[in-house]
């Protein structure tokens, strides 16, 4: 089996129980020769603190942390002063993301991805390598297949580096996009998201916000399970199976969904030989 670069995504914690938690998280998951972390940025930037704190923490302990960036409520100002304080402090990589905004909060004057990677790229020209979000199984928001290659084109147009997905189930459905991406002439590494399975309601529940496809038949067999450990174990091997087809179908890396837990993603990886 092939071992690729691997990457693993936090969520910023909102509390000193939570930040706990994510650097026992991290540390756990450091055994595992990995090219960088994500840190999230909540709705709003109502985690702005929290991300800036933990990225910035992680880089001066010796890890390449990168933190997750999107104007949502912010102003033009704040994302520049952001992005003065993560390069003063040596970060080089950023996940560039629409992000959600916090209801309450109107329409900001700039609302995409593209216009979020274009505003990086004019502030602090190439320091930062920017990764920004992909959807083979195509965006909520998207009319059509078209129009989600036409979007996901105009990010790397803007000065895009890389992508990460939205997690899946179905290879074939990254491989489609993959295709459609090539035809576009779309030349970024890919890089598919992998979200362990460790819970039936939870996963639903974010699958349904973030409009990732749950297959049916999965659906149907994480319903039978009574014990949670036997759940785990099933959800293990179908992720550790996707994992297989994808880096077998060439992906250039994997990146984690970790959810500030290191046991279901380090199963995974231990499964697979990493």
Wanted: aromatic share 10%; hydrophobic share 40%.
């Amino acid at each position: 089996m092939t071992i690729l670069p691997i990457s693993f995504e936090f969520s910023a914690p909102k509390t000193e129980a939570a930040a706990s938690g994510l650097r026992r998280a991290h540390d756990r998951l450091n055994r595992f020769k990995h090219e960088f972390v994500s840190v999230t940025y909540g709705a709003g930037g109502s985690t702005r603190d929290g991300t800036m704190d933990t990225v910035i923490a992680l880089s001066q302990e010796g890890a390449s942390a990168a933190p997750h960036l999107s104007f949502g409520g912010d102003n033009s100002e704040t994302i520049g002063e952001l992005l003065t304080a993560y390069r003063d402090a040596g970060i080089r990589r950023i996940v560039a993301l629409r992000g959600d905004r916090q209801s309450g909060l109107g329409t900001p004057k700039i609302v995409h991805a593209s216009e979020l990677v274009r505003f990086i790229r004019d502030t602090t020209g190439d320091w930062f390598h920017i990764e920004v979000a992909a959807y083979p199984e195509i965006h909520p928001e998207s009319k059509s297949v078209s129009s989600e290659i036409a979007f996901f084109k105009e990010k790397v147009d803007a000065g895009a580096n890389g992508a990460i997905t939205q997690y899946f189930y179905s290879a074939e459905a990254y491989f489609r996009f993959l295709e459609e991406s090539a035809k576009a002439h779309i030349r970024i590494p890919i890089v598919p998201g992998i979200m362990p399975i460790t819970n039936l309601t939870g996963l639903q529940r974010f699958s349904q916000i973030c409009g990732a496809d749950l297959p049916r038949w999965l659906v149907k067999r994480l319903e039978d399970f009574d014990d949670d450990d036997a759940l785990k174990d099933f959800g293990a091997e179908v992720v550790t199976r996707l994992c297989e087809q994808l880096i077998q179908g060439g992906a250039p890396a994997l990146h984690f969904y970790t959810l500030n837990q290191s046991k279901p993603s380090a199963r995974i990886l231990d499964n697979l030989g990493f």
